[in-house]
């Protein structure tokens, strides 16, 4: 009896050890994330910025989410753990919180968004104005998660200093860094702030160029964020550079699922000629690589990705590279990943048919 209570002490000791690095990390997350939280609306006025969605909570959200675990779920590139293999795989979550931030007051997030919110069965890829509010949302999430990248690095309060090295494996020339490249960041997209604010009062619209994509299915992944691809799909350098004048091309990247169709919208500012060349490419692309390149976009180039998680579950394969490619693209000290249009064989849209 003794041996084989030993043997099951043995055989669940790596399991407990998973679970302790599991959780230590949870609570180191959950520290950083309430110190990081910011509260103000992207419009610059003093109303109480709420819990807004960047993506349509009874929309794209909903329309990925599945039970999974006796739970509605869905699955997020922020959101994984190692497991008993040690392998990174997804932790399943609740739409609720997910792709939220604190960046507009109830009034302007109702107002601006109704025309593509209240009926997203309208939305459409040759209106100027949708195109712009879509990009217009998913440039302020990316703002305000740079201002609370800044407000974060720059904290004093020791418990969340020693919290984030413990977390991020920094130090303080780590932190400094971050802080640095977060300052530059929202210095960089202030102007740009103002520029899209204006052109919405303006009703203009006219300050963003589009490269638009409609598939005539619902796909299962989703994501809104403004992205800055290192290079171009024919492999030129385009953001990669220490200067601190120097001023990078920025995608302001979506994507959405929607009930029979789903929507690609990528935009450049107008005064950005790596960026409009970025477009370029695309439209240029034949249908099975444009999907691709469209994939692998997103999956290297930004956090916010939502999946649809059975998918997932059914595409371990693919599942692993995702993960891979996201931890690769986001590792600071590894060279930035290159597209490669003859060895990058995933596309997202066509695993969705499956």
């Given amino acids: 009896m003794k041996h084989a209570t030993n043997h099951i002490q043995q055989r669940w000791a790596p399991l407990k050890k998973m679970k302790k690095v599991n959780i230590d990390k949870s609570i180191l997350k959950s ?48 959101e994984t753990e190692i497991d008993l293999n040690d392998e990174l795989n997804f932790i399943p979550v609740g739409k609720k919180n997910t792709s939220t931030f604190f960046g507009f007051c109830s009034t302007h997030d109702t107002q601006i968004f109704k025309e593509i919110e209240n009926d997203t069965t309208l939305i459409d890829l040759k209106n100027s104005k949708h195109l712009f509010l879509l990009c217009f949302r998913a440039f302020a999430i990316s703002h305000h998660r740079k201002k609370e990248d800044v407000h974060l690095f720059s904290t004093n309060e020791k418990d969340t200093i020693d919290s984030i090295k413990e977390y991020g ?34 009703e203009s619209y006219n300050c963003l160029e589009y490269f638009t994509y409609e598939v005539d299915y619902q796909i299962k992944f989703s994501s809104t964020m403004v992205t800055s691809p290192p290079f171009l799909f024919n492999g030129t350098e385009i953001n990669i550079d220490e200067d601190p004048n120097f001023e990078y091309s920025d995608i302001i990247s979506t994507i959405i699922p929607l009930d029979k169709r789903s929507l690609v919208i990528l935009a450049s500012f107008k005064d950005k000629p790596n ?77 969705s048919k499956t």
């Avoid at 932190?175 to 210095?187: D, F, R, T």
């Avoid at 060349?277 to 930004?302: G, V």
């Fill in 31 to 78: 520290k950083i994330n309430k110190a990081r939280t910011l509260k103000e609306c992207f419009m610059n006025c003093e109303e109480k910025a709420i819990e807004a969605h960047s993506l349509q909570k009874n929309g794209a959200l909903l329309l990925l989410e599945e039970e999974k675990n006796s739970n509605s779920s869905i699955y997020t590139l922020t």
């Fill in 169 to 202: 494996d920094l130090n303080e020339v780590g932190i400094e860094k971050y802080l640095k490249g977060s300052k530059l960041a929202v210095e960089d997209m202030n102007p740009q702030k103002s520029l899209l604010i204006e052109n919405l009062l303006n």
């Fill in 275 to 351: 960026g409009l060349e970025y477009l370029n490419e695309l439209r240029k692309f034949e249908k099975d690589e444009k999907e691709k390149a469209i994939t692998w976009h997103f999956l290297t180039n930004t956090e916010n990705v939502i999946f649809s998680p059975l998918w997932m579950d059914n595409l371990p394969e693919s599942r692993r590279l995702i993960l891979k490619l996201y931890e690769d693209s986001k590792n600071q000290e590894t060279e930035y990943l290159k597209y490669d249009t003859k060895s990058f064989n995933l596309n997202l849209f066509e695993l």
